[in-house]
């Protein structure tokens, strides 16, 4: 009895063992894929990096400011709508 006991304990452990093995094995597959994914992530990164970094700046206008010069309006225009305003308050 004591001998079947021992047998089944041991085929138990080994099919943990093999179970183990399975699992270690998958791990490390994944383990591998997302190494390689995060590779490929880090160099596309650093060419969208090298990319933007070779692209024109556009720091040399001032914060706030357009991006091409605005069109001047005519002082006498600007005054001729202010007194028409101003007539149209009173």
Known sequence: MLKQILESH???AKNIEDEL???HTKIDGNYNDLNNKFLQLSSHF???ENQFASM???SKRPIGSL???S???PKSFV???SL???MRLS
């Open 10 to 12: 041991n085929k138990t």
């Open 21 to 23: 093995k399975i699992l």
């Open 46 to 48: 650093k060419a969208l």
């Open 56 to 58: 024109p700046s556009t």
């Open 67 to 69: 991006p091409r010069k």
């Open 71 to 73: 069109e001047q309006i």
């Open 79 to 81: 005054m001729l709508s």
């Open 84 to 86: 028409l305003l101003l």
